[in-house]
């Protein structure tokens, strides 16, 4: 349990002041645990700030409804890991990645083939970091973070197949 305050001590000593207030005020408790919350507090008085009141419990069921009531770019949200794990995982990283590869099945000149792939390598970076840092937030069963990650790695691998034929393609 130590490891996990440590851990958590550490990612969130990395945010800048404002990030945590954000956090802190925003009082998201799908996508912060309890344990969370307290680790923001507790740097926030350490670093001398005044806590503000936080906004009511946001605690919804439904992990797209929590999606469309966070704020911010989307893409900066998945490379910070703000999305949930479900979201990040089908929407930014399935679903993408299935719709490029209908795409680049399809017959087509060079140029266009190096257009998909380089939307791929420029695209799917962000989003392997993201399910990767929503993994790492993830609260429910341990199985499907350890899933997550895994294909995480597998996604790495395969990137560098795409960059590889890129580079023999050129």
Do not use: C, H
């Not at 925003?26 to 969370?36: F, H, V």
């Not at 490029?100 to 791929?120: K, M």
């Not at 799917?124 to 990650?149: E, H, M, N, Q």
Request: aromatic share 12%; charged share 20%; proline share 4%.
């Amino acid at each position: 349990m130590a490891e996990i305050e440590n851990q958590q001590l550490q990612f969130f000593s990395a945010m800048d002041t404002g990030e945590l207030t954000d956090i802190w005020k925003k009082n998201d408790r799908t996508a912060w645990s309890d344990d969370a919350f307290n680790t923001v507090e507790k740097i926030l008085r350490g670093r001398g700030q005044v806590l503000e009141e936080q906004a009511s419990a946001v605690s919804l069921t439904d992990p797209f409804e929590q999606t469309r009531v966070a704020k911010g770019f989307p893409l900066k949200r998945l490379w910070r890991g703000e999305e949930p794990l479900a979201v990040a995982y089908w929407l930014y990283g399935i679903g993408p990645n299935l719709a490029l590869n209908l795409l680049s099945r399809l017959e087509a000149t060079a140029p266009i083939q190096i257009g998909l792939r380089l939307v791929w390598i420029t695209y799917f970076p962000i989003a392997l970091v993201g399910i990767w840092r929503s993994a790492g937030r993830y609260t429910g069963f341990w199985l499907w973070s350890g899933l997550a990650r895994f294909i995480v790695i597998l996604g790495w691998v395969s990137l560098m197949r795409v960059v590889l034929d890129l580079l023999t393609l050129a």
